[in-house]
């Protein structure tokens, strides 16, 4: 089991920047860790995605060139850092882990969730 807990969401003007952390604890080394967003009304979307075994990092076209993931090994904890934020950037932030995942921006192949954490930004 792997369990995960999201902060850092807020509120933000447009063009500001938060980052937001997730923690693992349980079996800390899940082979993938990701975030994905939902905002109201639309399907729950895969932002970026990291093979923690060699490093490989995924990004949704969405947020390719603004958003930026890094991890701190020690503190088990993953970061995802939104530089010029936008207000379709506006969501329910999740963070996920999986040991065996094919396709790393799906939500469906995750099994295990955070709790999710709300940014918002105003323009």
């Known amino acids: 089991q792997v369990q995960l807990v999201e902060s850092g969401g807020g509120s933000v003007q447009a063009g500001t920047s938060l980052r937001l952390s997730c923690v693992a604890s349980?079996?800390?080394?899940?082979?993938?860790m990701a975030w994905f967003r939902q905002a109201p009304g639309k399907e729950r979307e895969g932002i970026a995605a990291?093979?923690?075994?060699?490093?490989?990092?995924y990004y949704a076209e969405s947020v390719q060139g603004r958003f930026t993931l890094s991890e701190d090994k020690a503190k088990n904890t993953a970061y995802l850092q939104m530089n010029d934020l936008k207000p379709e950037d506006t969501a329910v932030y999740y963070c996920a882990a999986d040991f065996w995942v094919s396709s790393p921006l799906r939500e469906s192949n995750y099994k295990y969730w955070g709790q999710g954490t709300q940014v918002t930004v105003s323009s």
């Open positions: 990291r093979y923690i075994n060699d490093d490989t990092i």
């Open positions: 349980g079996y800390t080394n899940p082979h993938w």
